[in-house]
């Protein structure tokens, strides 16, 4: 069952809008028809999440990405006050092309929701696109293996841990983690398949007993929904996009964006080439 | 810590033999010089357990290698009757280039030990060349990560488990596993990096829970030394070359030799080329 048939199942979507190639997508959400989460759509491009800081924090913010691959894989940066991205999609319009923004100020907890950033868009912001868990859960549902948070049409539950990410000027913090729960065969492809997709968190950073990375109840996620386990499954636990948005908020930038949870980035590279074409990441349709 | 410089450690051999080119060791063998395990030898050549068969089961043999890759991969088969396997070496006389061997009759736990198979060798024999486990576990030492049996200079501890082969003809049985055990954070570079050598058994068939797959007590192997977990280890398990010589026996062949356990084939392949090169294997020294 892939992510799309999963969505289908739980009776989230069956419109048309599944089977638009990225560019239509966007513009599809551009001119405002269509609002929804992005998890299922797009035809396997590589999908991201999205921080937006202004230039002065930049510089510190791109080498935090760099020291922590993990948690927060670059697949793509913007030049400053630019709302193009020309490497993740020829027509990409950064302000517009989400279905829905977060904006913060001063790394208060507080946000403006905002259906685009034409408003609110400055010269010196740069936009950071960074690689999310999509790749990688599709990869493990080709395999024939069950997620039970897909299966449920439920959020992957978070953790804030005990790791510590490699701080970089103003931004550092914990290491934040989902957690998907198979029996150990399971785990062991899980990990293999998420190991080759490094743009989607790569390989899990622990598994088993959760009080070894400072997590004191595994059904109280601090992110998400509460997990299920069957007998017999042991949790695994991957670095987790919402680590760079909890080191952004402790940097206290005077502005930071970022996208609304679920309603990423559609960009027009295959996920796959993405991670294994040996030029480095290409349009999917070249 | 590498396997040669564990051995090192552990008294075993301080010798110049470990600075032989495989076809020098080989040599060294054929000519009486050498008799020793092989662990640390032969520069990172790819090395092999052993299993020759009368021709008349071998095709049944074939197909059991091939059902059940994970226990025997396959890395080289003779023409019946011929004691050369040129693409292993240029050189290689399997009736003289091990430095011990085990001839068994009618599916018999008994066996003779004998130093050559000059006075053995029939017309009618196929020699089978499978890979054993040495490359997947200097890649983990290479990594820096620790391996107690390797340290303590014991044996792998191995189990039967209730995991169950494909069979093939009168071929079949019991999945036999080595088990290593490790940190949660170690385990999965150990799986990572074992995947990638697969020709050294490649990926775990389990972790955790040693019941899940029918083992009752880990501190008593079936074979080999008893296990020292730390607190906190978790045990994996990777599927074992001891698998197909249980098959074998259960098959009852007329005759069936083997290898004596450790003192393995040593072939003239790059390990990392055997696995790795696009066009198969290759000599290392082409």
Chains 1, 2 share one sequence.
């Not at 913010?61 to 760099?66: A, E, G, M, W």
């Not at 697949?75 to 517009?96: E, K």
């Amino acid at each position: 069952m892939s992510v799309s048939s999963a969505i289908d199942r739980a009776g989230v979507s069956g419109d048309g809008f599944r089977s638009l190639a990225a560019p239509d997508l966007r513009r599809a959400i551009r001119e405002g028809r269509f609002r929804g989460p992005t998890a299922g759509y797009g035809l396997g491009c590589l999908q991201g999440n999205l921080a937006i800081l202004p230039a002065a924090q930049a510089g510190d913010f791109l080498r935090f990405c760099v020291n922590n691959p993990k948690p927060c894989p670059l697949i793509g940066v913007s030049q400053a006050g630019s709302p193009h991205i020309p490497a993740l999609g020829a027509d990409l319009d950064i302000r517009t092309d989400l279905a829905g923004y977060r904006v913060f100020h001063g790394g208060s907890d507080a946000y403006r929701p905002v259906p685009d950033l034409l408003d609110v868009w400055r010269d010196d912001l740069v936009t950071f696109v960074l690689g999310c868990s999509f790749s990688f859960e599709d990869a493990i549902l080709r395999a024939g293996i069950r997620l039970a948070h897909v299966e449920a049409g439920r959020n992957v539950p978070m953790y804030v841990t005990s790791l510590q990410t490699a701080p970089s000027g103003p931004f550092g913090g914990p290491v934040v983690v989902s957690m998907r729960a198979f029996s150990a065969a399971d785990a062991i492809q899980a990990m293999l398949l998420s190991d080759r997709y490094r743009l989607a968190h790569g390989s899990p950073v622990h598994f088993g007993d959760p009080a070894e990375i400072g997590i004191s109840d595994l059904a109280k996620p601090d992110f998400g929904d509460a997990p299920d386990l069957r007998p017999g499954e042991v949790p695994v636990f991957w670095a987790c996009g919402v680590t760079p948005q909890m080191a952004i908020r402790q940097a206290r930038p005077e502005i930071a964006i970022t996208h609304e949870p679920g309603h990423m980035l559609v960009t027009d590279l295959s996920a796959d080439a993405a991670e294994f074409s040996l030029g480095g990441v290409r349009p999917a349709s070249t």
